[in-house]
């Protein structure tokens, strides 16, 4: 599968990564003028920005100015050797370019379109602009995680932006699927908005059920139960995560603890359970994290430790799996898709086959015209006016 990806910054970068870590060939077509602002985006490692190098791994870069009338016959080439064109415009950005689905389509129907926008191709936000935060904010995905009797946080993790690009993924996958059933393309509408909506399906599910009447945060796994929460432990800024919901579970754990006497209350009443929450708290505080850990080692609780990101890289399961790679001297998590013909790798080998470091502005440019036909001539005339 070839995949052109017109898209900037990370929802977009996201999806092409997780279709190229998947063996699809992705050419990054990038604005001559700078490029992807990722680039340019710190921290910065042997040069290139952190941010840019591990979104934009194994994947060719050209450059082209979309925004000159004569990029349209190179797209057009382009388009024509493609299965999948993916963009991040704004739709009246998108039809101003001509690589809006409507356009390219009429001319390439079996081209699968993939356009991840920030409201969607209808609706009155539809040319707004926003980011991450804006999304979280507007879908209640904020309010939602706001921690009891404060104001929502600030959040430290693009959940609507990484949500919009497996939604994506998925979108043209099944679009794929389809076209091999009826031979035609089809036209994938994602929003990041609805992506951020769509992590609510708990609360959601909660405040429906109660009318309207609920906290947004009433969700069994909201905090306030001492079987499903993190605690401290005795070296201060040491925790463990308990995820004890199944009554064995808890009542292995209470049994361990010795207060086999918990085991009844793991469903009481909200002031009971503050009650055996701060319990429980006290009784985490007496061990340390490795003592804990060493203590339930031979028993099924859902007993971990909170492992920071150096912890979590290095872990010894991570690398038996082949989970990170390691390239311009930056660590960094792998796709977690593992796809095999027969039986299951035994190691990470099998799904890690390749990890080429993100490609200098336009490295690709003329490899990828030659194959679509642009030749040397050609490329030479349309870098003198710029448009590559």
């Not at 690009?165 to 998925?170: C, F, G, M, T």
């Amino acid at each position: 599968m070839r995949v052109l990806d017109l898209t900037r910054l990370l929802p977009g970068a996201y999806a092409t990564l997780l279709l190229a870590d998947l063996g699809a060939g992705v050419i990054k077509i990038e604005d001559p003028r700078g490029g992807d602002p990722a680039r340019a985006m710190p921290p910065v490692a042997d040069g290139t920005s952190v941010y840019f190098e591990v979104l934009n791994r194994n994947k060719q870069s050209m450059t082209l100015d979309l925004r000159s009338p004569d990029a349209a016959p190179v797209l057009d080439a382009l388009a024509a050797q493609a299965d999948v064109l993916v963009d991040s415009f704004r739709p009246r950005t998108a039809r101003r370019l001509g690589v809006d689905a409507g356009t390219i389509r009429k001319r390439h129907p079996r081209l699968v379109c993939a356009s991840i926008t920030g409201f969607g191709q209808t609706g009155p936000y539809v040319e707004r602009a926003a980011h991450d935060i804006n999304y979280q904010a507007l879908s209640g995905l904020l309010s939602a995680r706001r921690p009891e009797g404060r104001a929502p946080e600030v959040p430290r993790f693009l959940m609507a932006d990484i949500g919009a690009a497996l939604n994506a993924v998925a979108g043209i996958l099944a679009a794929l699927f389809q076209r091999e059933r009826t031979g035609a393309g089809a036209s994938v509408d994602v929003s990041i908005h609805e992506a951020a909506l769509s992590w609510l399906l708990f609360p959601a599910a909660r405040w429906l059920v109660a009318g309207g009447n609920s906290d947004p945060r009433e969700v069994p796994i909201g905090g306030a139960d001492a079987c499903y929460n993190i605690y401290e432990t005795r070296h201060g800024g040491e925790y463990v995560a308990l995820g004890a919901l199944e009554p064995k579970f808890w009542a292995a754990f209470c049994d361990r603890i010795e207060r086999p006497d918990l085991i009844p209350l793991q469903n009481a009443a909200p002031a009971e359970k503050a009650r055996v929450l701060a319990q429980v708290r006290a009784i985490m505080a007496t061990r340390t994290r490795d003592q804990w850990l060493a203590l339930f080692a031979d028993i099924d609780v859902c007993l971990s430790r909170v492992n920071t990101l150096d912890e979590a890289l290095n872990d010894p399961h991570v690398a038996a799996r082949g989970a990170t790679a390691r390239s311009g001297g930056t660590t960094y998590p792998m796709t977690p898709i593992a796809v095999t013909a027969n039986e299951w790798p035994s190691d990470g080998e099998a799904r890690r086959t390749r990890v080429a470091r993100a490609r200098a502005l336009g490295a690709d440019t003329d490899e990828v015209l030659d194959a679509a036909g642009i030749g040397s001539r050609a490329r030479d005339d349309l870098r003198r006016r710029g448009v590559i």
